[in-house]
């Protein structure tokens, strides 16, 4: 398979979840690729050159295109690597996709990221709550098997895989479990945090990294740092 794909460049920085999503792809289809991590706040000159949105990931291929947005590159990674994580029914490929943008609004602003932002404890219970409502709103349409359509192992796996993970770091690290009261999605968390292409998909230190980048932004969750 290698010799008939192109060569691949993953930019990243090390608590990008986003490119995580890129990197399970990769490696549960065995796919060699090069992984070069960059300071977002102080980017070199070339990224600024090659990211439109001066943000990671970008996907450099064969060193002479770029590609940029975690759903077009994880799409790209699979379309070029067959056979396809997507399903075939083209109703529950779209359908996929639809919830695969969901689960990024999940790790936006109003989402993950933004409760360890967030300053004021009733704001952020308030967020916490609404995180909580959009995920029992996911359990609902999820399969309730092994993985999100069933039994097989898709791209819509791959792209939710580091948002479980960095809830489980949240609970580990501030006894904040967002999964409360979700049995399904608590089995889906356990499976994909078992798979070693999702253990194998991050650096060694990100639990320490994202338990410093919680106490950095000095919110409400950095008080219930244990």
Known sequence: MSATIPQLELISFKLCPYVQRAIITLKHKKVDFKITYIDLQNPPAWFKAISPLGKVPVLKVNDTEVLFESSVIQEYVDEITPPSLHPVDPLTKAKN???????????????????????????????????????????????????????????????????????????????????????VMQAWQQTLLARPCVKDSVVAELPQMYRGVIAHFDGYMSTRLS
């Open 97 to 183: 996709r639809a919830w695969i943008a969901f689960g990024g609004e999940l790790m936006g602003m109003q989402g993950l990221h933004g409760i360890i932002h967030e300053k004021d404890q009733a704001t952020c219970e308030k967020m916490i709550g609404a995180i909580q409502e959009l995920l029992t709103r996911l359990e609902s349409v999820h399969s309730g098997k092994t993985f999100f359509n069933g039994e097989d192992f898709c791209l819509i796996d791959a792209a939710y895989a580091p948002m479980l993970m960095r809830f489980d770091l949240l609970k580990s690290h501030c006894d904040l479990d967002l999964l409360d009261g979700l049995p």
